[in-house]
C-alpha cells in the first residue's frame, strides 16, 4: 500500500531564509506526487505536482521540489521565506495509476519568526 | 472558476443528531472526493465520485456515514447518530477525469463539532 511520511512535524525558520521540507513516499511505480498548503481554519491549496519528466519542478509562491527516485522523497524548498509563508504543508500521492484519491503524510507546521 | 464551494463552513450540535454537508465542485469536474481531517493529521480518503457513480465507499468510517451524488453535480455527505468521535474537518474535493496527473481541487472544508 502506498504511505507517505513527512518527518518533521514542525520547523520553525527565520524570515529571509531558505526552507527544506522532508517526504518520503512508498510506492511500486511511478507516482504521482503533490504538495498542498493549508492556512488555519481553510482547505487545501495545490503547490506544485509532479507526474513524469524533469525531476525539478516549480509551483506557485515560489516553491520548488526535487523528486528523487533512488531516495524515494520529493522535497519541497524556497530560497527564501516570507512570514505570509507560515501554514500546514501536505505531500500527497496518487493511490493508484489513474485519477484515484489521495494519500496524504500527516504535514509539517511551518513557523516563521522575525 | 470559482472553486469548490462548501457548506455549511462549521457545524456544531449535539451527540445523537444527523448531520448533512453539502459540496459543489467546480463545474465541468467529475470527479468528486470527501476526506475528513483530524487535528495533527493529513486528510483521510472516505468516498469518491465519477459524475453520479459512487467509485468506492469501503473507507466510509461505518454505516453512520452515507454520501450521494444524485444528478453529478453537488453532493451530500450525511452523518447519522453523531458521536464525540465524528468531530473532525470534513474536505470536498473535485478533479476532472484523466490519469493521476488530474490534481484535485479543495473547499475550504466544513468543521463539525459535536457536544
Known amino acids: 500500500a502506498q504511505s507517505v511520511t513527512q518527518p518533521d512535524i514542525h520547523i520553525t525558520v527565520s524570515e529571509g531564509a531558505s526552507l527544506e521540507l522532508r517526504c518520503n513516499y512508498s510506492?511500486?511505480?511511478?507516482?504521482?506526487l503533490f504538495w498542498y498548503v493549508q492556512s488555519p481554519g481553510q482547505g487545501l491549496q495545490l503547490l506544485l505536482k509532479?507526474?513524469?519528466?524533469?525531476?525539478l519542478v516549480q509551483g506557485i509562491k515560489g516553491f520548488e521540489a526535487e523528486f528523487k527516485r533512488s531516495q524515494s522523497s520529493f522535497n519541497l524548498r524556497k530560497p527564501s521565506v516570507h512570514w505570509s509563508d507560515a501554514a500546514e504543508y501536505f505531500c500527497?500521492?496518487?493511490?493508484?495509476?489513474?485519477?484515484?484519491?489521495?494519500?496524504f503524510g500527516k504535514g509539517t507546521r511551518l513557523s516563521v519568526i522575525a | 472558476d470559482t472553486g469548490v464551494s462548501q457548506n455549511p463552513r462549521h457545524k456544531i450540535t449535539k451527540r445523537g443528531q444527523n448531520v448533512t454537508f453539502r459540496c459543489d465542485p467546480i463545474?465541468?469536474?467529475?470527479?468528486l472526493y470527501w476526506y475528513r481531517q483530524t487535528l495533527g493529521q493529513g486528510p483521510e480518503f472516505l468516498t469518491y465520485?465519477?459524475?453520479?457513480?459512487?467509485?468506492?465507499k469501503s473507507r466510509l468510517l461505518s454505516d453512520r456515514f452515507s454520501a450521494e451524488r444524485p444528478k453529478g453535480s453537488f453532493s451530500t455527505l450525511e452523518i447519522q447518530r453523531t458521536e464525540q468521535g465524528d468531530s473532525a474537518m470534513y474536505l470536498c474535493?473535485?478533479?476532472?477525469?484523466?490519469?493521476?496527473?488530474?490534481?484535485?481541487?479543495f473547499g475550504d472544508g466544513t468543521r463539525l463539532s459535536i457536544l
Open positions: 509532479y507526474f513524469s519528466g524533469d525531476t
Open positions: 463545474s465541468e469536474h467529475n470527479r
Open positions: 474535493a473535485s478533479s476532472l477525469t484523466g490519469g493521476g496527473n488530474q490534481p484535485q481541487h
Open positions: 500527497a500521492v496518487v493511490r493508484g495509476s489513474g485519477n484515484t484519491p489521495l494519500v
Open positions: 510506492y511500486g511505480a511511478t507516482p504521482y
Open positions: 465520485f465519477q459524475n453520479e457513480a459512487q467509485l468506492e
